[in-house]
T-cell receptor
Framework: ETGVTQTPRHLVMGMTNKKSLKCEQH?????MYWYKQSAKKPLELMFVYSLEERVENNSVPSRFSPECPNSSHLFLHLHTLQPEDSALYLC?????????????FGPGTRLTVL | AQTVTQSQPEMSVQEAETVTLSCTYDTSESDYYLFWYKQPPSRQMILVIRQEAYKQQNATENRFSVNFQKAAKSFSLKISDSQLGDAAMYFC???????????????FGKGTHLIIQP
C-alpha cells in the first residue's frame, strides 16, 4: 500500500450506532488530519494530530472522537450521529505541522447517517 | 479567521484550450501559503501547485500556472492545453505560515467543477 488509505470507503449507519473510520499513511509523516467534505460547502478541518498528540480541535461535536495510536494510524470514532453528519470524511497527512508542506489525502469515507 | 472564495461553481473549456479558475482570499497575515488541489471523480485529492506569499514570482508546474496578486488577495489558476484528464473539482486553499491556534490545517474554498469538452 502506498500513500494514504482509508477504510471503509462507504458506511451507512443509524443514529444510535457506533462505528469507526480508519486512516493509515505509509509516507513516514508526523502530522495527520481529519476533514469533513459536505455538499456545496468548503472542506472543514476537524482535527489535527502531530506526533500522536492532538493539537487542534475545530469545535467539533463530541459525537466525533479521534484517536491517534501512532504516527501512521488515525481513527475517527462515531456515535449517536445526526443525519446532517452525512458527508465525505477525508484523512490527510503531511511531513509535519510546522511547515506548509503538501498534505496528502486519502480517498475518503462516504458516510450516510439514516 | 481566513476565508477563501471561489466564485465559479463550474467552468467549461474545450480540449486543448486555456482556462483560468479564480480564487480570492481574505487574511490579515503577511506570510502564508496558497494551494490549488484537484479532486478527480475518484475523490483522491492531489496537489496541483503551491505558492509562497513572500515569493513574488508566480509558481508554474508544466501546464499549470498561477497569477498571484498579493495586494488584491487573488490567486488564479491557469490551465494551458486542457486535457480530458484535467476534468475534476479544483479547490483553492490557504495555510498560515504560523503554527498552532487554528493555523495548522488548510482553509478551502467551495471548489470549481471543471468540465473538459472534447
Amino acid at each position: 500500500e502506498t500513500g494514504v488509505t482509508q477504510t471503509p470507503r462507504h458506511l451507512v449507519m443509524g443514529m444510535t450506532n457506533k462505528k469507526s473510520l480508519k486512516c493509515e499513511q505509509h509516507l513516514g509523516h508526523n502530522a495527520m488530519y481529519w476533514y469533513k467534505q459536505s455538499a456545496k460547502k468548503p472542506l472543514e478541518l476537524m482535527f489535527v494530530y502531530s506526533l500522536e498528540e492532538r493539537v487542534e480541535n475545530n469545535s467539533v461535536p463530541s459525537r466525533f472522537s479521534p484517536e491517534c495510536p501512532n504516527s501512521s494510524h488515525l481513527f475517527l470514532h462515531l456515535h449517536t450521529l445526526q443525519p446532517e453528519d452525512s458527508a465525505l470524511y477525508l484523512c490527510a497527512s503531511s511531513q509535519d505541522r510546522f511547515q506548509a508542506n503538501e498534505q496528502f489525502f486519502g480517498p475518503g469515507t462516504r458516510l450516510t447517517v439514516l | 479567521a481566513q476565508t477563501v472564495t471561489q466564485s465559479q461553481p463550474e467552468m467549461s473549456v474545450q480540449e486543448a484550450e486555456t482556462v483560468t479558475l479564480s480564487c480570492t482570499y481574505d487574511t490579515s497575515e503577511s506570510d502564508y501559503y496558497l494551494f490549488w488541489y484537484k479532486q478527480p471523480p475518484s475523490r483522491q485529492m492531489i496537489l496541483v501547485i503551491r505558492q509562497e506569499a513572500y515569493k513574488q514570482q508566480n509558481a508554474t508546474e508544466n501546464r499549470f500556472s498561477v497569477n498571484f496578486q498579493k495586494a488584491a488577495k487573488s490567486f488564479s489558476l491557469k490551465i494551458s492545453d486542457s486535457q480530458l484528464g484535467d476534468a475534476a473539482m479544483y479547490f483553492c486553499a490557504y495555510r498560515s505560515a504560523f503554527s498552532g491556534g487554528g493555523a495548522d490545517g488548510l482553509t478551502f474554498g467551495k471548489g470549481t467543477h471543471l468540465i473538459i469538452q472534447p
